[in-house]
Protein backbone atom coordinates (compact mmCIF):
# COMPACT_ATOMS: atom_id res chain seq x y z
CA UNK A 1 0.00 0.00 0.00
CA UNK A 2 2.91 2.67 0.84
CA UNK A 3 2.42 6.37 2.28
CA UNK A 4 3.90 9.17 1.08
CA UNK A 5 3.74 12.55 1.74
CA UNK A 6 5.19 16.08 0.89
CA UNK A 7 5.14 19.91 2.56
CA UNK A 8 6.69 23.29 0.89
CA UNK A 9 7.31 25.84 2.41
CA UNK A 10 7.00 29.26 -0.24
CA UNK A 11 9.77 31.47 0.65
CA UNK A 12 10.57 30.74 4.04
CA UNK A 13 12.44 27.81 6.53
CA UNK A 14 10.23 25.90 9.15
CA UNK A 15 10.92 22.75 11.36
CA UNK A 16 10.39 20.50 8.07
CA UNK A 17 12.12 17.52 10.05
CA UNK A 18 9.66 17.75 12.60
CA UNK A 19 6.70 18.05 10.13
CA UNK A 20 7.66 15.42 7.98
CA UNK A 21 8.31 13.09 10.98
CA UNK A 22 4.28 14.00 12.06
CA UNK A 23 3.20 13.40 9.01
CA UNK A 24 5.17 10.11 8.41
CA UNK A 25 3.75 8.86 11.74
CA UNK A 26 0.12 9.21 10.99
CA UNK A 27 0.78 7.18 7.87
CA UNK A 28 2.24 4.32 9.42
CA UNK A 29 -0.12 1.89 8.96
CA UNK A 30 0.19 2.01 5.30
CA UNK A 31 3.75 0.82 5.49
CA UNK A 32 5.50 -0.11 8.76
CA UNK A 33 8.49 -1.29 6.76
CA UNK A 34 10.29 1.37 6.85
CA UNK A 35 10.10 5.09 7.03
CA UNK A 36 12.40 7.34 4.26
CA UNK A 37 13.19 11.43 4.05
CA UNK A 38 14.38 13.78 1.53
CA UNK A 39 14.09 17.16 3.49
CA UNK A 40 16.07 20.45 2.26
CA UNK A 41 17.54 22.99 3.26
CA UNK A 42 19.24 26.27 1.99
CA UNK A 43 22.83 25.25 2.25
CA UNK A 44 25.10 28.27 3.72
CA UNK A 45 27.86 27.08 1.90
CA UNK A 46 27.07 26.68 -1.21
CA UNK A 47 30.48 24.80 -2.56
CA UNK A 48 29.99 22.33 -0.11
CA UNK A 49 28.43 19.03 -1.33
CA UNK A 50 26.39 16.52 1.68
CA UNK A 51 26.34 12.90 0.80
CA UNK A 52 25.25 10.40 2.36
CA UNK A 53 25.82 6.82 2.34
CA UNK A 54 25.01 3.44 3.80
CA UNK A 55 27.87 0.75 3.90
CA UNK A 56 25.28 -2.29 5.09
CA UNK A 57 21.87 -4.04 4.79
CA UNK A 58 20.00 -6.27 6.89
CA UNK A 59 21.31 -9.54 5.30
CA UNK A 60 25.58 -8.29 6.06
CA UNK A 61 24.26 -8.68 9.59
CA UNK A 62 24.77 -12.59 8.72
CA UNK A 63 28.37 -12.66 8.93
CA UNK A 64 27.63 -11.84 12.80
CA UNK A 65 30.35 -10.02 14.46
CA UNK A 66 32.23 -9.75 11.48
CA UNK A 67 29.92 -6.95 10.07
CA UNK A 68 31.60 -4.70 12.44
CA UNK A 69 35.01 -5.73 10.75
CA UNK A 70 33.10 -5.38 7.17
CA UNK A 71 31.69 -1.64 7.81
CA UNK A 72 34.74 -0.29 8.96
CA UNK A 73 36.69 -1.44 5.49
CA UNK A 74 33.71 -0.49 3.74
CA UNK A 75 33.75 3.26 5.05
CA UNK A 76 37.68 3.13 4.82
CA UNK A 77 37.09 1.84 0.88
CA UNK A 78 34.71 4.74 0.64
CA UNK A 79 37.61 7.81 2.16
CA UNK A 80 40.30 5.99 0.09
CA UNK A 81 37.78 6.73 -2.76
CA UNK A 82 37.00 10.48 -1.68
CA UNK A 83 40.66 11.42 -1.21
CA UNK A 84 41.41 10.06 -4.73
CA UNK A 85 39.25 11.61 -6.54
CA UNK A 86 40.06 14.85 -4.45
CA UNK A 87 37.33 15.62 -2.18
CA UNK A 88 37.95 17.02 0.85
CA UNK A 89 36.07 16.12 3.74
CA UNK A 90 34.71 18.58 6.00
CA UNK A 91 33.21 16.43 8.55
CA UNK A 92 31.94 13.38 8.79
CA UNK A 93 28.90 11.82 11.34
CA UNK A 94 27.38 8.22 11.62
CA UNK A 95 23.51 8.54 13.29
CA UNK A 96 24.11 5.09 12.99
CA UNK A 97 27.14 2.35 12.85
CA UNK A 98 26.40 1.72 8.72
CA UNK A 99 24.56 4.88 7.78
CA UNK A 100 26.74 8.40 7.55
CA UNK A 101 26.67 11.84 6.58
CA UNK A 102 29.54 13.77 4.82
CA UNK A 103 30.51 17.29 3.93
CA UNK A 104 32.63 17.66 1.55
CA UNK A 105 34.12 19.90 -1.11
CA UNK A 106 34.35 18.55 -4.69
CA UNK A 107 35.87 20.44 -7.93
CA UNK A 108 35.72 17.54 -10.39
CA UNK A 109 33.61 15.13 -11.96
CA UNK A 110 31.56 14.20 -8.99
CA UNK A 111 29.21 11.36 -11.16
CA UNK A 112 32.64 9.42 -12.00
CA UNK A 113 33.34 10.02 -7.83
CA UNK A 114 29.25 8.72 -6.88
CA UNK A 115 30.08 5.69 -9.54
CA UNK A 116 33.34 4.88 -8.48
CA UNK A 117 32.13 4.89 -4.62
CA UNK A 118 29.35 2.08 -5.58
CA UNK A 119 31.59 -0.36 -7.60
CA UNK A 120 31.45 -1.72 -4.32
CA UNK A 121 28.21 -3.53 -3.68
CA UNK A 122 27.89 -3.41 -0.31
CA UNK A 123 28.18 0.83 -0.33
CA UNK A 124 25.42 2.59 -1.36
CA UNK A 125 24.75 6.74 -2.08
CA UNK A 126 22.05 7.46 -0.71
CA UNK A 127 22.34 11.52 -1.69
CA UNK A 128 24.19 13.53 -3.08
CA UNK A 129 23.87 17.36 -3.37
CA UNK A 130 23.99 21.23 -1.76
CA UNK A 131 20.56 20.93 0.12
CA UNK A 132 19.01 17.50 -0.29
CA UNK A 133 19.63 14.69 3.14
CA UNK A 134 18.31 12.15 2.07
CA UNK A 135 17.51 9.49 5.00
CA UNK A 136 15.93 6.13 5.00
CA UNK A 137 16.31 3.14 7.34
CA UNK A 138 13.59 0.19 8.73
CA UNK A 139 11.51 0.86 11.52
CA UNK A 140 8.43 4.06 11.66
CA UNK A 141 9.25 7.72 11.50
CA UNK A 142 9.50 8.19 15.28
CA UNK A 143 12.26 5.81 15.20
CA UNK A 144 14.25 7.08 12.12
CA UNK A 145 13.84 10.45 13.10
CA UNK A 146 14.95 10.14 16.57
CA UNK A 147 17.68 8.13 15.32
CA UNK A 148 18.97 10.05 12.76
CA UNK A 149 18.07 13.61 14.90
CA UNK A 150 15.57 14.69 12.17
CA UNK A 151 12.68 16.16 14.06
CA UNK A 152 14.52 19.45 14.32
CA UNK A 153 15.21 19.78 10.29
CA UNK A 154 15.41 23.60 9.68
CA UNK A 155 14.30 23.22 5.91
CA UNK A 156 12.19 24.39 2.69
CA UNK A 157 10.59 21.65 1.98
CA UNK A 158 10.19 17.83 1.90
CA UNK A 159 9.17 14.10 0.65
CA UNK A 160 8.67 11.38 2.56
CA UNK A 161 7.69 7.55 2.24
CA UNK A 162 6.05 4.68 4.75
CA UNK A 163 7.12 1.35 2.80
CA UNK A 164 4.88 -1.66 2.96
CA UNK A 165 7.18 -4.17 0.94
CA UNK A 166 4.95 -5.78 -2.07
CA UNK A 167 7.31 -6.89 -4.96
CA UNK A 168 10.87 -6.39 -3.32
CA UNK A 169 12.61 -7.21 0.29
CA UNK A 170 12.28 -5.31 3.53
CA UNK A 171 15.84 -3.32 3.47
CA UNK A 172 17.49 -0.30 3.50
CA UNK A 173 17.94 -0.24 -0.52
CA UNK A 174 14.22 -0.69 -1.23
CA UNK A 175 12.97 2.06 0.70
CA UNK A 176 12.62 5.12 -0.45
CA UNK A 177 13.07 8.24 -1.02
CA UNK A 178 15.11 7.22 -3.96
CA UNK A 179 18.49 9.55 -5.15
CA UNK A 180 18.17 10.19 -8.73
CA UNK A 181 21.95 9.25 -9.12
CA UNK A 182 24.02 10.83 -9.90
CA UNK A 183 22.21 14.42 -10.31
CA UNK A 184 22.43 16.66 -7.36
CA UNK A 185 19.34 17.44 -4.80
CA UNK A 186 16.71 15.19 -6.77
CA UNK A 187 14.69 12.62 -5.10
CA UNK A 188 11.34 10.69 -5.60
CA UNK A 189 9.38 8.77 -3.24
CA UNK A 190 6.13 6.42 -4.85
CA UNK A 191 2.85 4.93 -3.97
CA UNK A 192 2.20 2.69 -6.75
CA UNK A 193 2.93 -0.64 -8.71
CA UNK A 194 4.79 0.04 -12.31
CA UNK A 195 3.65 -2.87 -14.90
CA UNK A 196 5.97 -2.41 -17.53
CA UNK A 197 9.17 -1.92 -14.92
CA UNK A 198 11.53 -4.68 -16.44
CA UNK A 199 10.55 -2.87 -20.21
CA UNK A 200 11.81 0.50 -19.05
CA UNK A 201 14.50 -0.52 -16.65
CA UNK A 202 16.47 -2.14 -19.36
CA UNK A 203 15.53 1.25 -21.47
CA UNK A 204 17.35 3.02 -19.13
CA UNK A 205 20.53 0.35 -18.79
CA UNK A 206 20.89 0.37 -21.59
CA UNK A 207 20.77 4.44 -21.43
CA UNK A 208 23.49 4.48 -18.87
CA UNK A 209 22.10 4.24 -16.05
CA UNK A 210 22.24 2.13 -13.17
CA UNK A 211 19.75 0.28 -10.24
CA UNK A 212 20.60 -0.17 -7.19
CA UNK A 213 17.62 -2.57 -6.20
CA UNK A 214 14.61 -4.45 -7.51
CA UNK A 215 12.54 -1.74 -6.33
CA UNK A 216 9.75 -0.67 -9.28
CA UNK A 217 9.58 2.87 -7.66
CA UNK A 218 13.36 3.55 -8.07
CA UNK A 219 12.70 3.61 -12.18
CA UNK A 220 10.54 6.76 -11.62
CA UNK A 221 14.04 8.04 -9.83
CA UNK A 222 16.34 7.01 -12.95
CA UNK A 223 13.60 8.13 -15.21
CA UNK A 224 13.54 11.79 -13.81
CA UNK A 225 16.86 11.97 -13.82
CA UNK A 226 17.00 10.69 -17.35
CA UNK A 227 14.85 13.22 -18.65
CA UNK A 228 16.63 16.30 -16.32
CA UNK A 229 19.84 15.57 -17.79
CA UNK A 230 18.46 15.89 -21.39
CA UNK A 231 17.51 18.98 -20.18
CA UNK A 232 13.30 18.27 -19.90
CA UNK A 233 11.91 20.42 -16.95
CA UNK A 234 10.29 18.44 -14.08
CA UNK A 235 6.81 19.46 -14.98
CA UNK A 236 6.91 18.12 -18.41
CA UNK A 237 9.31 15.09 -16.97
CA UNK A 238 5.96 14.64 -14.49
CA UNK A 239 3.84 14.71 -17.76
CA UNK A 240 5.16 12.23 -20.19
CA UNK A 241 5.52 9.50 -17.38
CA UNK A 242 2.10 9.77 -17.52
CA UNK A 243 2.09 8.15 -20.57
CA UNK A 244 5.36 6.64 -21.14
CA UNK A 245 5.06 4.66 -17.75
CA UNK A 246 2.63 2.00 -17.34
CA UNK A 247 0.48 1.16 -14.25
CA UNK A 248 -0.72 2.66 -11.46
CA UNK A 249 1.33 5.48 -9.46
CA UNK A 250 0.81 8.54 -7.62
CA UNK A 251 4.51 10.02 -6.93
CA UNK A 252 6.43 12.86 -5.69
CA UNK A 253 9.56 13.90 -7.20
CA UNK A 254 11.74 17.07 -4.81
CA UNK A 255 14.32 19.34 -6.46
CA UNK A 256 16.60 21.84 -4.07
CA UNK A 257 13.74 24.42 -4.96
CA UNK A 258 10.94 22.51 -6.24
CA UNK A 259 8.05 19.81 -5.34
CA UNK A 260 5.88 17.89 -8.04
CA UNK A 261 3.50 15.40 -8.03
CA UNK A 262 1.92 13.32 -10.85
CA UNK A 263 -0.79 10.77 -10.73
CA UNK A 264 -1.64 8.60 -13.28
CA UNK A 265 -3.97 8.00 -15.80
CA UNK A 266 -6.73 6.01 -13.78
CA UNK A 267 -6.25 7.89 -10.47
CA UNK A 268 -5.68 4.78 -8.85
CA UNK A 269 -3.74 5.76 -5.76
CA UNK A 270 -4.78 8.32 -3.51
CA UNK A 271 -3.53 11.80 -2.45
CA UNK A 272 -4.69 14.40 -0.58
CA UNK A 273 -3.18 18.39 -1.07
CA UNK A 274 -3.73 21.23 0.70
CA UNK A 275 -2.52 24.39 -0.95
CA UNK A 276 -2.11 27.90 0.71
CA UNK A 277 -0.22 31.28 0.13
CA UNK A 278 3.09 30.26 2.38
CA UNK A 279 2.51 26.34 2.35
CA UNK A 280 1.69 23.48 0.44
CA UNK A 281 1.05 20.20 1.98
CA UNK A 282 -0.09 16.59 0.29
CA UNK A 283 -0.04 12.73 1.69
CA UNK A 284 -1.74 9.52 0.90
CA UNK A 285 -4.62 10.61 3.38
CA UNK A 286 -6.02 13.39 4.90
CA UNK A 287 -5.43 12.25 8.53
CA UNK A 288 -1.31 12.72 7.96
CA UNK A 289 -1.88 16.22 6.76
CA UNK A 290 -4.27 17.00 10.08
CA UNK A 291 -1.39 15.59 12.39
CA UNK A 292 0.47 19.13 10.97
CA UNK A 293 -2.59 21.43 10.17
CA UNK A 294 -5.55 20.58 13.04
CA UNK A 295 -7.27 23.65 12.15
CA UNK A 296 -10.36 23.68 9.76
CA UNK A 297 -8.54 23.65 6.11
CA UNK A 298 -9.53 22.96 2.46
CA UNK A 299 -8.32 19.79 1.00
CA UNK A 300 -8.76 17.82 -2.13
CA UNK A 301 -8.14 15.26 -4.61
CA UNK A 302 -5.98 15.65 -7.72
CA UNK A 303 -7.81 13.98 -10.76
CA UNK A 304 -6.33 11.79 -13.00
CA UNK A 305 -2.99 12.56 -14.86
CA UNK A 306 -2.55 15.74 -12.88
CA UNK A 307 0.81 17.18 -12.55
CA UNK A 308 2.18 19.98 -10.22
CA UNK A 309 5.00 21.78 -9.73
CA UNK A 310 5.55 24.12 -6.49
CA UNK A 311 8.71 26.67 -6.35
CA UNK A 312 10.20 26.83 -2.76
CA UNK B 1 -53.63 -1.61 -2.77
CA UNK B 2 -55.57 -1.17 -6.03
CA UNK B 3 -58.58 -2.63 -5.00
CA UNK B 4 -57.65 -5.69 -3.88
CA UNK B 5 -58.82 -6.39 0.34
CA UNK B 6 -57.07 -7.91 2.64
CA UNK B 7 -59.06 -10.63 2.97
CA UNK B 8 -59.05 -11.59 -0.84
CA UNK B 9 -55.21 -11.21 -0.30
CA UNK B 10 -55.02 -13.97 2.08
CA UNK B 11 -56.86 -16.24 0.18
CA UNK B 12 -54.39 -16.02 -2.34
CA UNK B 13 -51.42 -17.79 -3.21
CA UNK B 14 -47.85 -15.85 -3.10
CA UNK B 15 -47.71 -15.78 -7.05
CA UNK B 16 -51.36 -14.64 -7.24
CA UNK B 17 -50.98 -11.63 -4.41
CA UNK B 18 -47.92 -10.30 -5.51
CA UNK B 19 -49.57 -9.97 -9.08
CA UNK B 20 -52.84 -8.83 -7.38
CA UNK B 21 -50.30 -5.95 -5.98
CA UNK B 22 -48.99 -4.83 -8.97
CA UNK B 23 -45.80 -5.58 -7.86
CA UNK B 24 -45.05 -8.08 -11.22
CA UNK B 25 -45.20 -6.10 -14.28
CA UNK B 26 -42.89 -7.47 -15.80
CA UNK B 27 -40.75 -10.50 -16.20
CA UNK B 28 -38.20 -11.15 -13.76
CA UNK B 29 -35.19 -12.85 -14.95
CA UNK B 30 -34.59 -14.36 -11.47
CA UNK B 31 -31.33 -12.74 -10.98
CA UNK B 32 -32.98 -10.03 -8.41
CA UNK B 33 -34.02 -11.12 -4.89
CA UNK B 34 -37.59 -11.73 -4.27
CA UNK B 35 -39.25 -10.54 -1.12
CA UNK B 36 -42.85 -11.38 -0.34
CA UNK B 37 -44.78 -8.09 0.31
CA UNK B 38 -46.68 -8.89 3.71
CA UNK B 39 -49.70 -6.72 3.77
CA UNK B 40 -50.51 -7.96 7.82
CA UNK B 41 -46.85 -6.57 8.44
CA UNK B 42 -47.20 -2.73 9.03
CA UNK B 43 -44.38 -0.87 7.98
CA UNK B 44 -40.81 -1.50 9.50
CA UNK B 45 -38.22 1.77 9.49
CA UNK B 46 -36.31 0.77 12.12
CA UNK B 47 -34.29 -2.45 13.16
CA UNK B 48 -36.19 -4.21 16.07
CA UNK B 49 -32.94 -3.58 17.93
CA UNK B 50 -32.77 0.00 16.76
CA UNK B 51 -31.90 2.28 20.06
CA UNK B 52 -34.97 4.70 20.94
CA UNK B 53 -33.48 7.72 20.67
CA UNK B 54 -34.70 10.90 21.24
CA UNK B 55 -33.25 13.83 18.57
CA UNK B 56 -33.59 16.34 20.95
CA UNK B 57 -31.23 14.75 23.24
CA UNK B 58 -27.88 16.09 22.20
CA UNK B 59 -24.49 15.87 23.33
CA UNK B 60 -21.05 16.84 21.74
CA UNK B 61 -17.48 14.31 21.92
CA UNK B 62 -14.05 15.52 21.89
CA UNK B 63 -13.19 12.72 19.61
CA UNK B 64 -9.33 14.24 19.22
CA UNK B 65 -7.32 11.73 21.52
CA UNK B 66 -9.80 9.01 20.40
CA UNK B 67 -9.18 6.16 17.81
CA UNK B 68 -11.92 5.26 15.22
CA UNK B 69 -12.87 2.22 17.25
CA UNK B 70 -13.57 4.17 20.47
CA UNK B 71 -15.31 6.76 18.20
CA UNK B 72 -17.70 4.43 16.95
CA UNK B 73 -17.99 2.54 20.41
CA UNK B 74 -19.02 5.44 21.83
CA UNK B 75 -21.44 6.47 19.20
CA UNK B 76 -23.21 3.18 19.80
CA UNK B 77 -23.46 3.81 23.55
CA UNK B 78 -24.80 7.42 23.23
CA UNK B 79 -27.59 6.32 21.06
CA UNK B 80 -28.51 3.00 23.49
CA UNK B 81 -28.67 6.26 26.69
CA UNK B 82 -31.38 7.39 23.71
CA UNK B 83 -28.93 10.25 22.26
CA UNK B 84 -30.46 11.03 19.29
CA UNK B 85 -28.29 14.00 18.07
CA UNK B 86 -24.71 13.37 18.53
CA UNK B 87 -21.72 15.91 16.98
CA UNK B 88 -18.51 14.36 16.52
CA UNK B 89 -15.27 17.65 17.41
CA UNK B 90 -12.19 17.22 16.03
CA UNK B 91 -12.38 13.84 13.69
CA UNK B 92 -8.88 15.22 12.20
CA UNK B 93 -9.14 13.06 9.20
CA UNK B 94 -9.72 9.66 11.25
CA UNK B 95 -11.14 6.49 8.94
CA UNK B 96 -14.13 5.01 9.47
CA UNK B 97 -16.08 6.94 11.40
CA UNK B 98 -19.59 6.66 11.80
CA UNK B 99 -19.84 3.49 10.39
CA UNK B 100 -22.80 0.65 10.48
CA UNK B 101 -24.90 2.78 11.89
CA UNK B 102 -28.03 1.14 11.81
CA UNK B 103 -31.21 3.46 12.86
CA UNK B 104 -32.15 6.79 13.16
CA UNK B 105 -29.96 9.25 14.65
CA UNK B 106 -28.81 12.81 13.80
CA UNK B 107 -24.51 12.69 13.69
CA UNK B 108 -23.15 15.85 12.99
CA UNK B 109 -18.68 15.68 12.21
CA UNK B 110 -17.76 19.06 12.73
CA UNK B 111 -14.12 18.84 10.52
CA UNK B 112 -12.89 16.66 8.25
CA UNK B 113 -12.61 12.33 8.23
CA UNK B 114 -10.62 9.97 6.58
CA UNK B 115 -11.63 6.91 4.46
CA UNK B 116 -14.58 5.13 4.60
CA UNK B 117 -16.45 7.55 6.66
CA UNK B 118 -20.21 6.89 7.27
CA UNK B 119 -19.82 3.99 5.39
CA UNK B 120 -22.51 0.93 5.57
CA UNK B 121 -25.09 3.09 7.34
CA UNK B 122 -28.86 2.59 7.28
CA UNK B 123 -31.11 5.31 8.63
CA UNK B 124 -29.26 7.90 10.03
CA UNK B 125 -28.91 11.83 9.29
CA UNK B 126 -25.01 13.11 8.77
CA UNK B 127 -23.86 16.12 7.87
CA UNK B 128 -19.78 16.40 7.75
CA UNK B 129 -18.71 20.17 7.87
CA UNK B 130 -15.30 19.26 6.73
CA UNK B 131 -14.32 16.89 3.74
CA UNK B 132 -13.96 13.54 3.46
CA UNK B 133 -11.88 11.13 2.33
CA UNK B 134 -11.91 7.63 0.00
CA UNK B 135 -15.38 5.76 -0.04
CA UNK B 136 -17.67 8.07 1.88
CA UNK B 137 -20.80 6.30 2.29
CA UNK B 138 -19.68 3.09 0.50
CA UNK B 139 -22.79 0.36 0.74
CA UNK B 140 -24.95 3.08 2.51
CA UNK B 141 -28.45 1.54 2.64
CA UNK B 142 -30.83 4.80 3.64
CA UNK B 143 -30.61 8.00 5.08
CA UNK B 144 -28.41 11.45 4.13
CA UNK B 145 -25.58 12.46 4.14
CA UNK B 146 -24.04 15.78 3.71
CA UNK B 147 -20.74 17.29 3.02
CA UNK B 148 -19.58 20.74 3.04
CA UNK B 149 -16.78 20.80 1.77
CA UNK B 150 -14.75 18.24 -1.37
CA UNK B 151 -14.51 14.33 -0.82
CA UNK B 152 -12.15 11.85 -2.32
CA UNK B 153 -12.56 9.00 -4.81
CA UNK B 154 -15.23 6.16 -4.81
CA UNK B 155 -17.59 8.76 -3.30
CA UNK B 156 -20.52 6.84 -2.77
CA UNK B 157 -19.59 3.20 -3.85
CA UNK B 158 -22.34 0.75 -4.13
CA UNK B 159 -24.86 2.98 -2.22
CA UNK B 160 -28.09 0.81 -2.52
CA UNK B 161 -30.45 4.12 -0.99
CA UNK B 162 -30.45 7.85 0.44
CA UNK B 163 -29.25 10.75 -0.13
CA UNK B 164 -25.77 11.46 -0.48
CA UNK B 165 -24.68 15.31 -1.26
CA UNK B 166 -21.53 16.64 -1.49
CA UNK B 167 -21.12 20.41 -1.88
CA UNK B 168 -17.66 20.61 -3.10
CA UNK B 169 -16.11 18.27 -5.64
CA UNK B 170 -15.32 14.62 -5.58
CA UNK B 171 -12.62 12.73 -6.69
CA UNK B 172 -12.49 9.78 -9.37
CA UNK B 173 -14.99 6.89 -9.86
CA UNK B 174 -17.88 8.51 -7.62
CA UNK B 175 -20.76 6.59 -7.20
CA UNK B 176 -18.91 2.79 -8.69
CA UNK B 177 -21.27 -0.33 -8.47
CA UNK B 178 -23.69 2.19 -7.09
CA UNK B 179 -26.99 0.25 -6.76
CA UNK B 180 -29.70 2.57 -5.76
CA UNK B 181 -30.31 6.24 -4.19
CA UNK B 182 -29.24 9.19 -5.27
CA UNK B 183 -25.52 11.15 -5.19
CA UNK B 184 -25.59 14.76 -5.87
CA UNK B 185 -21.86 16.94 -6.68
CA UNK B 186 -21.91 20.69 -6.52
CA UNK B 187 -18.80 20.39 -8.27
CA UNK B 188 -16.58 18.29 -10.58
CA UNK B 189 -16.30 15.03 -10.52
CA UNK B 190 -13.22 13.03 -11.78
CA UNK B 191 -12.71 10.11 -14.58
CA UNK B 192 -14.83 6.71 -14.27
CA UNK B 193 -17.84 8.12 -12.29
CA UNK B 194 -21.02 6.24 -11.93
CA UNK B 195 -18.66 3.00 -13.77
CA UNK B 196 -20.87 -0.21 -13.52
CA UNK B 197 -23.48 1.42 -12.00
CA UNK B 198 -26.42 -0.35 -11.80
CA UNK B 199 -29.19 1.72 -10.73
CA UNK B 200 -29.79 4.63 -9.12
CA UNK B 201 -29.34 8.65 -10.15
CA UNK B 202 -26.11 10.94 -9.78
CA UNK B 203 -26.49 14.39 -10.11
CA UNK B 204 -23.42 16.93 -11.09
CA UNK B 205 -23.73 20.03 -11.11
CA UNK B 206 -20.21 20.44 -12.46
CA UNK B 207 -17.55 19.04 -14.87
CA UNK B 208 -17.37 15.68 -15.57
CA UNK B 209 -14.07 13.68 -16.09
CA UNK B 210 -12.97 10.99 -18.79
CA UNK B 211 -14.85 7.46 -19.11
CA UNK B 212 -18.09 8.91 -17.52
CA UNK B 213 -20.67 6.05 -17.26
CA UNK B 214 -18.53 3.70 -17.91
CA UNK B 215 -19.79 -0.12 -18.40
CA UNK B 216 -23.22 1.09 -16.53
CA UNK B 217 -26.31 -1.29 -16.43
CA UNK B 218 -28.62 0.76 -15.87
CA UNK B 219 -29.21 4.34 -13.94
CA UNK B 220 -29.12 8.00 -14.67
CA UNK B 221 -26.12 10.08 -14.62
CA UNK B 222 -27.27 13.87 -14.95
CA UNK B 223 -24.26 16.53 -15.52
CA UNK B 224 -24.53 20.07 -15.99
CA UNK B 225 -21.10 21.07 -17.04
CA UNK B 226 -18.61 19.53 -19.49
CA UNK B 227 -18.03 15.53 -20.27
CA UNK B 228 -14.59 15.29 -20.99
CA UNK B 229 -15.18 11.72 -22.23
CA UNK B 230 -18.34 9.09 -22.30
CA UNK B 231 -16.94 5.08 -21.02
CA UNK B 232 -18.32 2.07 -22.55
CA UNK B 233 -22.15 1.81 -22.84
CA UNK B 234 -23.12 5.38 -21.99
CA UNK B 235 -25.18 7.12 -24.07
CA UNK B 236 -27.05 10.55 -24.06
CA UNK B 237 -30.54 10.41 -23.56
CA UNK B 238 -33.67 13.04 -23.26
CA UNK B 239 -33.75 15.65 -20.26
CA UNK B 240 -37.51 14.65 -20.05
CA UNK B 241 -40.04 17.03 -18.20
CA UNK B 242 -40.42 14.52 -15.41
CA UNK B 243 -36.23 14.93 -15.24
CA UNK B 244 -36.49 18.52 -15.10
CA UNK B 245 -38.98 18.17 -12.09
CA UNK B 246 -36.78 15.47 -9.95
CA UNK B 247 -33.47 17.15 -10.60
CA UNK B 248 -34.95 21.33 -9.70
CA UNK B 249 -36.94 19.24 -6.72
CA UNK B 250 -33.76 17.00 -5.61
CA UNK B 251 -31.24 19.79 -5.97
CA UNK B 252 -33.41 22.57 -4.36
CA UNK B 253 -33.99 20.27 -1.45
CA UNK B 254 -30.19 20.10 -0.70
CA UNK B 255 -29.61 24.28 -2.15
CA UNK B 256 -27.60 23.06 -4.82
CA UNK B 257 -30.21 24.42 -7.27
CA UNK B 258 -28.43 26.51 -10.18
CA UNK B 259 -29.23 29.92 -10.99
CA UNK B 260 -29.57 28.58 -14.70
CA UNK B 261 -31.78 25.81 -13.98
CA UNK B 262 -31.90 22.50 -14.80
CA UNK B 263 -32.40 22.72 -19.08
CA UNK B 264 -28.54 22.76 -19.35
CA UNK B 265 -28.33 19.15 -17.59
CA UNK B 266 -26.84 16.16 -20.27
CA UNK B 267 -28.64 12.92 -19.18
CA UNK B 268 -26.55 9.64 -19.42
CA UNK B 269 -28.36 6.07 -19.66
CA UNK B 270 -27.38 2.66 -20.20
CA UNK B 271 -27.16 2.10 -23.79
CA UNK B 272 -27.90 -2.02 -22.49
CA UNK B 273 -25.10 -2.98 -25.77
CA UNK B 274 -22.93 -4.12 -22.70
CA UNK B 275 -25.15 -5.21 -19.96
CA UNK B 276 -29.40 -5.78 -20.31
CA UNK B 277 -30.68 -6.58 -16.95
CA UNK B 278 -33.85 -6.57 -16.60
CA UNK B 279 -33.92 -6.88 -12.47
CA UNK B 280 -35.91 -4.14 -11.09
CA UNK B 281 -36.52 -5.42 -6.91
CA UNK B 282 -39.78 -5.71 -5.79
CA UNK B 283 -39.11 -3.37 -2.67
CA UNK B 284 -38.64 -0.85 -5.52
CA UNK B 285 -41.85 -1.63 -7.33
CA UNK B 286 -43.32 -0.87 -3.84
CA UNK B 287 -41.72 2.36 -3.75
CA UNK B 288 -43.29 2.88 -7.37
CA UNK B 289 -46.88 1.60 -6.03
Same mark, same amino acid.
Given at each position: ???????????????????????????????????GY????????? @??YIMRIKVAEA?DR???H?VHKLIAERIARVDAIL????A?VKSKEAAREYALRYVL?? $??????????I??D?GTEILSM????ELIKDLG???DVAGAYGL??F??????????????????IK?A?????????????????????????????????????????? @????????????????????????????????????????????????????????? @?? $???????? @???????????????????????????? | ??????????????????????????????????????????????????? $??????????????????????????????????????????????????????????????????????????????????????????????????????????????????????????????????????????????????????????????????????????????????????? /?????????????????????????????????? /?????????????????????
Amino acid at each position: MCGIAGIIHRGKSSNVGGEMTAMLQALKHRGPDSTGYAVYATSKNP @EDYIMRIKVAEAEDRAVGHGVHKLIAERIARVDAILKEHGAKVKSKEAAREYALRYVLTH $DGDTAAMATHIEEDKGTEILSMGNGLELIKDLGDASDVAGAYGLNDFQGTHGIGHTRMATESDVDIKSAHPYWAFPYNDISVVHNGQITNYWLMRRQMEKKGHRFQSNCDS @ELLAVYTAHNLSNGVSLEESLRRSISEIDGVFTYLVATKDQLGMAKDTMAAKPLVLY @ES $DDLIAMAS @EEVAIRAILPQEIDTYDPYDEEVRVWQA | MAGVSDAELKKMTQEERVTALGMRTEQLTGKSLYIEFDPDATERFTYPWAP $DVDFNKRIEVDTDNMTSTEVNAKIRGLMNEGYGTIVLKNPRGKHSIGVGILSRLNLIIEGSTGYFGVGLIDGPNVRITGRVGWSCGENMMSGTIVVEKNAGSTFGAAIRGGDLVCRGSVGSRTGIDMKGGTILVGGNTGALSGFMMQRGRMVVCGNAGKNLGDSMYDGTIYIGGTIQSLGVDA /VKAELTDFDKKWLTRKLTQHGLMPEKGVDHFTKI /VAGKQLWNYDNLEPTEKKIIL
